[in-house]
């Protein structure tokens, strides 16, 4: 009896070694990541402040959106007065490559993760943590890891946004109100580049700037802001969708 329960006891300090081991691996891992992100997030303070949200507002939406994009996104329709469908259908537009990202994930995951530690894993996955959790070697990823990896981008998330907010306390309000070209300048900066790589970035954003253009030129229906970036976003990406259908590579 004494040999079983001493074995049962080894066998679960190894369990919560191997843990412990995975979570701090998976924080290590994270590093490189919470350090770019800490910039950016600073910047994302500074941009709601400007736009006059209120600190509280801008803390929540890193805490419980933690979507970068969306958040610059939805701070841009705060400031211009959108509604809450318009926000809202606007950034799950956004995020739903999450949902491919969140099941390319959860099939590589450890078998005895339960739903709720899926729920909890998806949460915290972004496009980075997804990068660095796909390209590990091991065939099945402990949820211990990459737990410890998107809490350090959760952390660095949330501490550059408090930054931000803190910093723009002691800036001049023409500082302050010139911060709202940082989230133009973000989407340029990113989609430049693709738009030089690929024929298809090029057409559907040249597309979705024509649509909007014409809304807005047009005043079509009287349609807020908001709504025109959505149908915009919807009707370049579907006409995408149909010029550039992908053929299978199948031989």
Same mark, same amino acid.
Not at 71 to 77: E, Y
């Given at each position: 009896? %004494?040999?079983?329960?001493?074995?049962?006891?080894?066998?679960?300090?190894?369990?919560?070694?191997?843990?412990?081991?995975?979570?701090?691996?998976?924080?290590?891992?994270?590093?490189?990541?919470?350090?770019?992100?800490?910039?950016?997030?600073?910047?994302?303070?500074?941009?709601?402040?400007?736009?006059?949200?209120? %600190?509280?507002?801008?803390?929540?939406?890193?805490?419980?959106?933690?979507?970068?994009?969306?958040?610059? +996104?939805?701070?841009?329709?705060?400031?211009?007065?959108?509604?809450?469908?318009?926000?809202?259908?606007?950034?799950?537009?956004? %995020?739903?490559?999450?949902?491919?990202?969140?099941?390319?994930?959860?099939?590589?995951?450890?078998?005895?993760?339960?739903?709720?530690?899926?729920?909890?894993?998806?949460?915290?996955?972004?496009?980075?943590?997804?990068?660095?959790?796909?390209?590990?070697?091991?065939?099945?990823?402990?949820?211990?890891?990459?737990?410890?990896?998107?809490?350090?981008?959760?952390?660095?998330?949330?501490?550059?946004?408090?930054?931000?907010?803190?910093?723009?306390?002691?800036?001049?309000?023409?500082?302050?109100?010139?911060?709202?070209?940082?989230?133009? @300048?973000?989407?340029?900066?990113?989609?430049?580049?693709?738009?030089?790589?690929?024929?298809? @970035?090029?057409?559907?954003?040249?597309?979705?700037?024509?649509?909007?253009?014409?809304?807005?030129?047009? %005043?079509?229906?009287?349609?807020?802001?908001?709504?025109?970036?959505?149908?915009?976003? +919807?009707?370049?990406?579907?006409?995408?969708?149909?010029?550039?259908?992908?053929?299978?590579?199948?031989?």
């Amino acid at each position: 009896m %004494n040999s079983v329960k001493s074995h049962c006891q080894e066998t679960y300090l190894m369990q919560n070694t191997q843990k412990r081991t995975a979570f701090r691996a998976g924080l290590r891992t994270g590093l490189p990541i919470a350090i770019g992100y800490i910039p950016i997030a600073i910047a994302f303070g500074l941009l709601a402040k400007a736009a006059g949200i209120p %600190n509280y507002v801008g803390m929540l939406m890193s805490f419980v959106i933690f979507a970068g994009a969306s958040q610059f +996104v939805g701070v841009n329709l705060l400031a211009l007065g959108a509604g809450f469908s318009e926000i809202v259908l606007t950034t799950f537009i956004l %995020n739903l490559r999450h949902f491919l990202m969140s099941a390319s994930i959860a099939q590589r995951i450890e078998t005895t993760a339960t739903k709720k530690w899926l729920a909890l894993l998806s949460f915290g996955l972004t496009d980075e943590t997804f990068a660095v959790a796909a390209l590990q070697n091991e065939p099945h990823l402990s949820r211990y890891f990459v737990l410890g990896l998107n809490l350090m981008a959760f952390s660095a998330w949330n501490f550059g946004t408090w930054i931000g907010l803190f910093l723009a306390a002691g800036l001049p309000e023409s500082l302050k109100l010139s911060m709202g070209i940082a989230l133009y @300048v973000m989407f340029i900066a990113l989609l430049i580049p693709s738009m030089k790589k690929s024929q298809p @970035v090029l057409v559907v954003s040249l597309l979705a700037m024509g649509i909007h253009t014409v809304l807005h030129w047009a %005043n079509f229906a009287n349609l807020s802001t908001g709504w025109m970036i959505i149908i915009a976003t +919807v009707a370049s990406a579907l006409i995408g969708a149909i010029l550039f259908e992908r053929e299978d590579c199948t031989e």
